[in-house]
């Protein structure tokens, strides 16, 4: 299958230390909002660990490889990336095999 045709997910596991978890999510809700404005964005969701107040799920759909390329290229992405610069953040990502 053609790769810039194929949907793409992004499932990212988040985790800062609780004193630091509202401003995560801040900044992830901006980013949600923003990007689910995207044309080729499909789902943009996040989720937070029951158990631990800095732990979050973010999942992510794009239609294709070029929508996550121009999600990854945006403004608001960069943005995301500036305002949670500081924090301290343990990032997982996964891919499909």
Known sequence: M????????????????????????????????????????????????CEHAGGFLVLEEFENGAALATHRASDHFRRFKEATASLTLTIERYAPV
């Open 2 to 49: 053609n790769q810039q045709r194929r949907s793409i997910g992004v499932h990212l596991r988040m985790t800062c230390a609780p004193l630091e978890a509202d401003s995560l999510l801040s900044a992830l809700q901006d980013l949600q909002r923003l990007s689910r404005e995207e044309p080729g964005n499909r789902m943009f969701d996040i989720l937070q660990c």
